[in-house]
């Protein structure tokens, strides 16, 4: 009978729009990390496409709406793949990466980047890091210490997320450690299941990826 008739207005709508990364989890103070291996793809294979999701935190709109994105200054010197340790650097746009689209649909909460990583001769033995952060614009503007990173690598595989290298983590028991060609003789079989099952194969290369490194890891900043 006394309960306020107004409660219902918890956004301000006179501020912006914030547009964040997220991988499902409520929390907007995240760090995501993928990968985009060329090590065990063809050497003709000189471009790959990624698209990042991002979220809208506000009031859709009934009409397409762009957004602007920055890359900052990788903290992180060096990052471990199969248990080698290679030298960071910050990914140079039009040399490492391009980015296409920028894009928050009419009527959607679910905007999209569109990034293009390039193959080059300096990731044969280093890591360029593209990390990308939600740049403040006319409509939008990003959450702190919110981003995602792209890590671009080509030379010896890299270990997945789920394996890692060493007997601390639970699919040592399993696997063993980690070593390239071990890891290309388990892609070999899971490949195989296409001929066998390729129904099966279909689903567990929409849940895992094709070459079983699918997801995001996350940490808080």
Same mark, same amino acid.
Request: charged residues 25%; contains cysteine; glycine residues 6%.
């Given at each position: 009978?006394?309960?306020?008739?107004?409660?219902? =207005?918890?956004?301000?709508?006179?501020?912006?729009?914030?547009?964040?990364?997220?991988? #499902? %989890?409520?929390?907007?103070?995240? %760090?995501?990390?993928? !990968?985009?291996? *060329?090590?065990? =793809?063809?050497?003709?294979? /000189?471009?790959?496409?990624?698209?990042?999701?991002?979220?809208?935190?506000?009031?859709?709109?009934?009409?397409?709406?762009?957004?602007?994105?920055?890359? +900052?200054?990788?903290?992180?010197?060096?990052?471990?793949?199969?248990?080698?340790?290679?030298?960071?650097?910050?990914?140079?746009?039009?040399?490492? $990466?391009?980015?296409? !689209?920028?894009?928050?649909?009419?009527?959607?909460?679910? #905007?999209?980047?569109?990034?293009?990583? /390039?193959?080059?001769?300096?990731?044969?033995? /280093?890591?360029?890091?593209?990390?990308?952060? +939600?740049?403040?614009?006319?409509?939008?503007q990003g959450v702190p210490r919110n981003v995602h990173r792209i890590l671009i690598s080509d030379g010896i595989a890299a270990c997945p997320n789920w394996w890692y $290298?060493?007997?601390?983590?639970?699919?040592?028991? $399993? =696997?063993?450690?980690?070593?390239?060609? /071990? %890891?290309?003789?388990? =892609? !070999? *079989?899971?490949?195989?299941?296409?001929?066998?099952?390729?129904?099966?194969?279909?689903?567990?290369?929409?849940? *895992? #990826?094709?070459?079983?490194?699918?997801?995001? %890891?996350?940490?808080?900043?």
């Amino acid at each position: 009978f006394l309960s306020c008739s107004d409660t219902w =207005l918890m956004y301000d709508t006179s501020q912006k729009d914030k547009l964040y990364f997220s991988d #499902g %989890y409520q929390s907007l103070d995240r %760090y995501l990390s993928t !990968e985009a291996p *060329f090590a065990l =793809l063809d050497e003709s294979v /000189k471009e790959l496409r990624q698209t990042i999701s991002v979220k809208l935190l506000g009031m859709v709109a009934d009409h397409d709406r762009t957004f602007e994105v920055q890359a +900052i200054h990788d903290t992180t010197t060096n990052y471990t793949t199969g248990g080698v340790a290679r030298e960071l650097y910050d990914a140079v746009e039009g040399e490492d $990466y391009t980015i296409d !689209e920028l894009i928050v649909p009419a009527g959607s909460v679910e #905007g999209r980047i569109e990034v293009t990583v /390039k193959r080059t001769e300096k990731i044969k033995d /280093k890591i360029a890091s593209l990390v990308l952060q +939600i740049a403040e614009s006319d409509e939008f503007q990003g959450v702190p210490r919110n981003v995602h990173r792209i890590l671009i690598s080509d030379g010896i595989a890299a270990c997945p997320n789920w394996w890692y $290298y060493d007997s601390a983590h639970q699919w040592y028991e $399993y =696997l063993g450690e980690f070593r390239e060609d /071990k %890891y290309r003789k388990l =892609l !070999e *079989f899971y490949h195989a299941i296409e001929n066998s099952n390729p129904t099966l194969y279909a689903n567990m290369v929409a849940c *895992f #990826g094709k070459n079983i490194d699918k997801g995001t %890891y996350t940490s808080e900043t």
